[in-house]
């Protein structure tokens, strides 16, 4: 188990341009969250998979963000036409189903997103 | 809508002075309540979930307990290491979905 891994780690942009990041879920995991985290706050849930289904996306900020999970393993999360307050961490979080009463979520290291 | 308060925001203490932090919520039916543990430029670190009121959980110095509108996390005797974010979020049980909500979080500084 290595434990939930996001790519990059640091990513600088120019306002108006794409953006993709990665995540990398624990193997056996079939729950894959999408967060957003701004200085002094919470993270702020944005989206959720189960497997390759796309089970929440009313809470991305804008059409300009998007997220797939293709044959349920990795996600990627795009960002279109960034804006500099877009600038944040992105968090990915993992779960299984069904081994407990609950969703405990495992959180990867974040990607830290500044947009110039 | 599940609402999560901790407090303090801020909380600074001497190595070897035990303090709690404190997690206030409303949610409708509780399916878990989690603390994480997040330190500066990286993700949270999972410590505990507790499901019911009177549950306690330990781990090291952290001790983790619940009622039914608030949770603390005790520290016993805190070490420089323990300086860190602790966050507290809740999943209720409406509409059948996992998504938890977080609180700001407690900044915990802890000097030599």
């Known amino acids: 188990d290595t434990g939930v891994s996001q790519n990059p780690r640091h990513k600088i942009t120019k306002r108006g341009q794409n953006v993709t990041f990665r995540c990398d879920p624990i193997?056996?995991?079939?729950?894959l969250y999408w967060y957003r985290q701004t200085l002094g706050q919470g993270p702020e849930f944005l989206t959720y998979f189960q497997n390759e289904a796309q089970l929440e996306k009313s809470r991305l900020l804008s059409d300009r963000f998007s997220a797939e999970r293709p044959k349920g393993s990795f996600s990627t999360l795009e960002i279109q036409r960034t804006e500099q307050g877009d600038s944040a961490m992105y968090l990915c979080?993992?779960?299984?189903?069904?081994?407990?009463?609950?969703?405990?979520?495992?959180f990867g290291p974040g990607t830290r997103l500044t947009v110039l | 809508e599940d609402q999560v308060t901790q407090s303090p925001e801020a909380l600074r203490l001497q190595e070897g002075e035990s303090s709690s932090l404190n997690c206030s919520y409303t949610v409708s039916g509780l399916r878990g309540l989690f603390w994480y543990r997040q330190d500066p430029g990286k993700g949270p670190e999972f410590l505990f979930t507790l499901y019911s009121a009177g549950e306690e959980k330990e781990k090291e110095r952290l001790k983790a307990t619940l009622t039914k509108k608030e949770s603390f996390l005790h520290i016993t005797a805190p070490k420089p290491e323990d300086s860190a974010t602790y966050l507290c979020?809740?999943?209720?049980?409406?509409?059948?979905?996992?998504?938890?909500?977080f609180g700001r979080g407690t900044s915990l500084i802890v000097h030599p």
């Open positions: 979020a809740v999943q209720g049980l409406s509409g059948g979905s996992y998504i938890p909500t």
């Open positions: 979080a993992s779960s299984l189903e069904g081994r407990s009463r609950t969703d405990t979520q495992y």
């Open positions: 193997s056996e995991h079939n729950r």
